[in-house]
């Protein structure tokens, strides 16, 4: 499904930048565990989170969905 390969690719990412789940959460200011459901595929996400997810990780919206 598509939560699950956004999921993996937010936490592929997000482990590049070396910062734990509950520290990017703060950094974008998203409530720990629902950027975990995020990150396991149980979310269908909204493009305002989308876009909340790709600033922290510093890529664009296309760069986050590369290979997806």
């Known amino acids: ?3 699950d390969k956004i999921g993996n690719r937010i936490r592929e990412l997000r482990n590049q ?3 734990s ?6 950094k974008i200011g998203m409530d720990r565990t629902y950027f975990a459901s995020v990150e ?3 979310r ?5 989170n989308i876009e ?6 510093n890529v664009s919206l296309s760069d986050l969905f590369k290979d997806i």
């Not at 789940?21 to 703060?26: C, G, L, N």
């Not at 269908?44 to 305002?48: E, G, H, L, P, R």
């Open 44 to 48: 269908n996400i909204s493009i305002v």
């Open 1 to 3: 499904m598509i939560t």
């Open 52 to 57: 909340k997810i790709a600033n922290g990780l």
């Open 17 to 19: 930048m070396g910062l």
């Open 21 to 26: 789940q509950e520290k990017f959460a703060q």
């Open 40 to 42: 396991l595929g149980k």
